[in-house]
């Protein structure tokens, strides 16, 4: 089975990011959701990521996770080698919106 890869559409000249099942699974950590001021209309199989919130992930190695059942605290993670390799992905291509192919 070939890995999911992303597509940058806001940046076609992007090299695509081939990742795995796992961080197919993670993306959501690092959405900007639907309806935020900015983000166009998304199809289902499309991504966005807000620059400011990569630029910060890129400088600081970390995510903040709220957890369903204590919305009032987040939680520091350090990013894993993948989500770091992501990330780096989106900061230095540019990219904010992608396309996942399966």
């Known amino acids: 089975m070939n890995?999911?890869?992303?597509?940058?559409?806001?940046?076609?000249?992007?090299p695509p990011l081939s990742?795995?099942?796992?961080?197919?699974?993670?993306?959501?950590?690092?959405l900007t959701p639907?309806?935020?001021?900015?983000?166009p209309e998304l199809r289902?199989?499309?991504l966005w990521f807000a620059k400011d919130e990569v630029a910060r992930w890129f400088d600081e190695g970390v995510i903040y996770l709220v957890s369903p059942l204590d919305s009032a605290n987040a939680t520091e993670?350090?990013?894993?080698?993948?989500?770091?390799?992501?990330?780096?992905?989106?900061h230095k291509q540019g990219?904010?919106?992608?396309?996942?192919v399966e």
Do not use: C, K, N
């Open 95 to 100: 990219v904010q919106h992608v396309r996942v």
């Open 34 to 39: 639907p309806g935020s001021a900015g983000i």
């Open 3 to 14: 890995p999911a890869r992303l597509v940058a559409i806001d940046r076609p000249e992007a």
């Open 77 to 90: 993670v350090e990013l894993s080698d993948e989500q770091e390799a992501l990330v780096t992905w989106l």
């Open 19 to 30: 990742i795995s099942a796992r961080l197919r699974g993670q993306l959501v950590y690092f």
């Open 44 to 46: 289902e199989d499309e």
